[in-house]
């Protein structure tokens, strides 16, 4: 009989073989004709589900509250650079999306992680903190430079009320609103912030919505799967603060030497 090569990749997310595209198992055409949104496409081509409405509706919000956060913040200010030493779009956009990290952005899978596993545990939120405290580890997820308990985060609100008011249950964000509740005393910029929260409320979306098995929502977790959502989100305002650099025709930055302090230290 025939001997088949064997093939040198898999793939399940997308198929452009026949006549026409497949997201998943539904065409292009599908695709459109049931209005599945960027939601649905990205439910379609990250998880291989068609998801419910108010699970898509929750993606699209979280991408649009990432969507920017000014020129200041660190990824931002990396693609203005980027972009006024006169290199291209994708460049400028990878510089600012190699930013984002465990300080910036990239905090979401483990936030998700944590207080997963310390909600799952049973652990007291108090007694929990004292031992993240004990282990020197910071608790990804909570802590703003700007945003505090005066200054409170409106997209945090945004993503906190559509969980509560959308989703089945919400034990992880719940748990999470426990410990913000005890690192604020400590200091008021300890919030839970958009990463954390959008993170908590994405666990509690795939947990309660009865179309993941528990072992899928761990490994979405583990995937980095959260921090894609931020990294797609900003990505809309990485490319807009490229094109207003250019639309303003800003010249080649540099940065004014009253602004650094050069220590003078020996030479060893
Ligand atoms: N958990 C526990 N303690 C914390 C945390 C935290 N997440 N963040 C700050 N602290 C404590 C510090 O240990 C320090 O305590 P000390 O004074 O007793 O030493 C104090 O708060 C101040 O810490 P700084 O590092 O100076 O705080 P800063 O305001 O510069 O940091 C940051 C802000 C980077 C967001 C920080 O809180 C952090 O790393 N958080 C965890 C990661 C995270 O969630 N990042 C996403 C931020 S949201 C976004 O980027 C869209
Ligand atoms: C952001 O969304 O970029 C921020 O929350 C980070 C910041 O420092 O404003």
Request: hydrophobic residues 40%; aromatic residues 8%.
């Amino acid at each position: 009989g025939m001997v088949r090569k064997p093939a040198n990749f898999i793939s399940s997310i997308s198929d452009d073989r026949g006549e026409e595209l497949k997201y998943g198992s539904l065409t292009i055409s599908e695709v459109f004709e049931q209005d599945l949104g960027i939601g649905g496409v990205l439910s379609l081509l990250w998880f291989r589900r068609q998801l419910p409405r108010e699970c898509t509706k929750f993606i699209e919000m979280i991408l649009q509250v990432t969507a920017d956060h000014g020129p200041a913040v660190s990824g931002a200010h990396n693609t203005i650079v980027t972009a006024r030493a006169g290199k291209d779009l994708v460049s400028a956009l990878c510089s600012g999306l190699l930013t984002i990290g465990p300080r910036f952005g990239g905090a979401l899978d483990d936030a998700a992680l944590m207080f997963t596993a310390a909600k799952d545990s049973g652990a007291d939120p108090t007694a929990w903190i004292e031992k993240m405290k004990k282990s020197n580890q910071l608790i990804m997820g909570i802590g703003h430079r700007i945003k505090s308990l005066a200054n409170p985060d409106q997209r945090v609100e945004i993503i906190k009320n559509y969980a509560k008011k959308n989703f089945k249950e919400t034990p992880i964000l719940d748990y999470a609103l426990a410990v913000e509740q005890i690192t604020t005393r400590k200091r008021a910029n300890l919030i839970l912030n958009v990463d954390g929260c959008i993170a908590v409320s994405f666990v509690d979306m795939i947990r309660s919505c009865g179309a993941f098995t528990r072992e899928e929502c761990d490994d979405l977790m583990s995937f980095g799967c959260l921090n894609g959502l931020f990294v797609l989100g900003r990505s809309m305002g990485f490319i807009g603060h490229y094109l207003d650099q250019l639309r303003l025709k800003q010249p080649l930055y540099r940065h004014p030497w009253d602004d650094i302090t050069y220590i003078q230290e020996p030479t060893v």
